[in-house]
């Protein structure tokens, strides 16, 4: 039995980075993509379902709300494994794409900003109160930030499809920039704050922790560094994923830790069921 929730672990800590690898290329290149990402999917569903299905279903109020906060931190990358949308660049798109993307985007943004606020509650069931505050203070305007700025390019996406091609305003392309920016760093920062929360509650182990904060600490510099001004993508700069300003900055790049976290969780409610 713990060999299969180690291996049910295992899987669900692979998911991010298995969904990113799959999802940035352009997925009509991608043959049997439609079969790759069910299996992907029902695959992460049955290994949450392995760690935390009891707990959630039948548990005690901690331990269920321990699972319902590592399942909405995992939900957005178990949602981007099926591979109904793409992360790559826009331009290896098509709009109608981007499109489905921005959509799928704004309901992740929903799905961790959610998950955040319940592992507020949860780890002030433990007794936790002031990391945790301050995690919930810089989550809750990084999912508003993250649902303006990606309403912003879903609407221009909209406005396409519908066949008006107006050029965008530059003000709402300096927007977009601005609300990104603030929306990453306040992600990164909730992160940080959950995931030293967590340790001082015994969900997660210290050198984790630590190690979570400085991995968001570095981001966060490089960040700074970039600027605010969202790095040019196009099919004649450098390929973005050789530039780390551009990959921090991929509005999903910066839930994986936060997916991580929720892997933490589930198997912490796993054991106190």
């Not at 649902?147 to 406005?159: D, E, N, V």
């Not at 940080?192 to 400085?214: D, E, Y």
Request: charged letters at 10%.
């Amino acid at each position: 039995m713990k060999l299969i929730n180690r291996a049910s672990s295992c899987v669900l800590f692979a998911l991010p980075f298995v969904a990113f690898g799959l999802g940035a290329r352009p997925l009509h290149g991608l043959p049997g993509r439609e079969i790759i990402g069910l299996v992907v999917f029902v695959l992460a569903l049955a290994c949450a379902w392995r760690l935390a299905g009891p707990a959630l279903a039948n548990g005690a109020s901690p331990s269920r709300t321990l699972a319902a906060s590592g399942g909405l931190l995992l939900a957005p990358w178990v949602l981007i494994a099926l591979l109904w949308t793409g992360l790559g660049a826009p331009f290896q798109a098509s709009t109608l794409e981007n499109q489905h993307r921005y959509a799928l985007l704004m309901v992740d943004a929903l799905l961790v900003g959610g998950g955040f606020m319940t592992l507020r509650d949860a780890l002030r069931e433990r007794g936790e109160r002031f990391w945790s505050a301050l995690g919930f203070a810089a989550a809750v305007p990084a999912g508003l930030l993250y649902l303006a700025c990606i309403a912003i390019t879903f609407a221009q996406a909209t406005q396409v499809l519908g066949g008006d091609h107006t050029p965008v305003p530059p003000l709402f392309s300096h927007l977009y920039d601005v609300l990104e920016f603030f929306a990453c760093c306040l992600t990164y920062l909730a992160t940080a704050l959950m995931s030293t929360a967590m340790a001082a509650t015994a969900l997660q182990r210290r050198l984790g922790a630590r190690i979570v904060a400085v991995l968001c600490l570095l981001i966060l510099v490089l960040l700074v560094l970039g600027g605010i001004e969202y790095p040019t993508i196009s099919g004649q700069t450098a390929p973005w994923y050789t530039q780390p300003a551009v990959i921090v900055r991929i509005p999903a790049i910066p839930w994986v830790l936060p997916g991580l976290l929720g892997v933490v969780l589930l198997r912490a409610a796993g054991r106190t069921e």
